[in-house]
């Protein structure tokens, strides 16, 4: 039953409830109808009938169950190609400048380009293209054949048609041919009047249209056999005439034939003339043609399986037929690359091209006239073999390769004389400015050099013993000299008193201040580790 909501119900509602639907189920009750007035199956299950709360569904139905967000917008159709629109008599503003279409400008015009436009001719303007636009829904988005025109497939039908009655034509006219020529290359005279006619009766059945050989070559459809069902296609029987494969040889002991399949494998005659016979066994079907073909592709799969080669003609056919097209290309183009190396390095004499002299001979009486350094002043010069490696590759403008010259341990190009590889050729601007730029670096060297020649004459400046000029009037008193040599001696004995900042007495002041004669008096005392008498200084 389908409810609206989900509602709170009481004991007794919901055994009513429930009674209902029981009596629904058996016939007893009209069955629940809906929104539009149909009924509700009863024996639809709650969880399929209910609607969901946020529908906010007030009477039973079975609308959510449908298809209810259905699109309007949504179509199938497909465009309309080659559908054409209004054509105007002169051009309009805004068209396409070539054919004068509406529809397009000149950039997406699929016509062929006018030597002067519609635009200015105005003479056989376009119509304007049907141009559509919608949106395809799932099903349409999905669907393969959607805008295919059946009709087109005729045109297909008509091309086999077509080469199957030039192919029977042809079997008939080849066929004609032979007897012909048998029958010319018979004696007159030998043959007696039964050949003869036996000869026109053949003929004129050959001319007989093939739709009355019994149909031989045509394929029907078995339908209703007793297994139910089609089999599929199958060959019609064979033509009353030709003799049966199990009655050309009737020795006990010659080729098997299976009643069961109707074969043959060997060959009834092995003994008779090949050209006059029409059936050699099965087996023969077997060595040609595609048999033949997927044989060696069989092959192929368990060859390249045992190497490694994750392949198997059973799970994956398609792979293994592509990876066997491959093989066989790479196997062609590995043979015609040998042959082509084999042909080159030593000719071919199937060819008409002529030997060289050089080859045919090993040696010519060509004179050719050197001179002292090696140079060709007479003659012709012999072709030098050229290596793997790229000879006579010019770059970024140059007319000689890289290592042509030579300067200062660097190679360069010999045509700007540049030693860098990657530069780009400047010709013989380029080397005179180079010229010029290493004159003027020479010039500024010797000029560097005369400089550093000459000694600069600096002022020679009197240095005190701490570090500061020595002012040219200064002089030292003798008397001072002499207490701050006798101060400074006894500092170094350790015999100067200390003097003690907490004993120091009122009116006593410690004179700390360096004068010039302690200075003096320091740096005449100083013991150097350089001099070799300073162990007598103390």
């Known amino acids: 039953m389908a409810t609206a909501s989900v509602t709170f119900k009481s004991r007794e509602d919901h055994r009513k409830q429930l009674e209902l639907e029981e009596a629904r189920k058996a016939g007893l009750a009209p069955a629940e109808v809906d929104e539009d007035g149909n009924e509700i199956n009863p024996h639809i299950p709650q969880y399929m009938s209910s609607a969901p709360w946020y529908l906010n569904a007030e009477k039973p139905s079975l609308k959510h169950q449908r298809k209810w967000k259905s699109d309007p917008n949504y179509t199938k159709s497909w465009y309309d190609r080659g559908a054409k629109l209004f054509q105007a008599n002169k051009y309009r503003k805004g068209a396409c400048e070539n054919c004068g279409a509406m529809t397009h400008d000149k950039k997406s015009c699929m016509e062929r380009p006018r030597s002067v436009g519609a635009k200015w001719t105005n003479v056989n303007i376009a119509p304007d293209e049907k141009v559509e636009s919608f949106e395809l829904d799932y099903d349409g988005k999905r669907d393969r054949w959607n805008g295919y025109d059946p009709s087109t497939y005729t045109r297909v039908i008509a091309d086999y048609e077509a080469r199957e009655e030039a192919r029977k034509k042809y079997l008939k006219e080849q066929q004609l041919k032979k ?45 209703r056999t007793t297994g139910g069902g089609s089999t599929g296609t199958v060959r019609n029987l064979r033509i009353r005439e030709d003799t049966a494969k199990y009655l050309l040889n009737l020795d006990v002991n010659s080729a098997y034939y299976d009643p069961k399949t109707r074969s043959m494998r060997e060959d009834p005659l092995p003994d008779a003339d090949p ?101 060709i002043i007479k003659g012709q010069d012999v072709s030098l073999p050229k290596s793997k490696y790229e000879e006579d590759v010019f770059i970024n403008n140059h007319t000689t390769v890289w290592g042509s010259w030579w300067k200062d341990h660097q190679w360069g190009y010999k045509c700007c004389k540049q030693t860098i590889k990657n530069s780009y050729c400047t010709g013989l601007a380029g080397i005179e400015a180079a010229e010029a730029s290493a004159d003027l670096m020479k010039a500024n060297m010797a000029r560097k050099e005369a400089a550093e ?19 040219q009037d200064l002089v030292l008193d003798p008397k001072k000299l002499a207490e701050s040599l006798k101060k400074e001696k006894a500092r170094v004995r350790g015999k100067e008193e200390e003097r003690d900042e907490k004993k ?13 004669e302690d200075m003096e008096a320091y740096r005449m005392t100083k013991i150097h580790h350089d001099d070799p008498m300073r162990a007598f200084l103390k």
Do not use: C
């Open 453 to 471: 020649d000459v000694p600069v004459q600096h002022e020679e400046k009197r240095l005190a013993t701490w570090g500061t000029d020595v002012p």
């Open 275 to 375: 050209n006059d016979k029409f059936y050699v066994g099965d087996n023969q079907n077997r060595l040609s043609g595609q048999a033949l073909e997927f044989k060696q592709l069989n092959i192929h799969a368990w060859e390249a399986f045992e190497k490694g080669q994750d392949i198997h003609m059973q799970a994956a056919p398609s792979q293994a037929e592509l990876l066997y097209k491959s093989f066989k290309i790479k196997k062609e183009m590995l043979k015609s690359e040998h042959k082509d190396k084999i042909m080159e390095k030593y000719g071919n004499a199937a060819s008409e091209d002529t030997i060289p002299r050089e080859l045919l001979l090993g040696q010519s009486e060509r004179e050719i006239e050197y001179d002292r350094t090696g140079r």
């Open 504 to 516: 120091r007495k009122y009116n006593v002041h410690f004179d700390d201040q360096v004068t010039v």
């Open 179 to 223: 007897l012909e020529e048998k029958d010319t290359e018979k004696d007159d005279e030998n043959a007696g009047s039964e050949d003869d006619e036996e000869d026109g009766l053949r003929i004129d059945e050959a001319k007989v249209d093939e739709s009355a050989q019994m149909d031989f070559a045509k394929v029907e459809k078995r339908v």
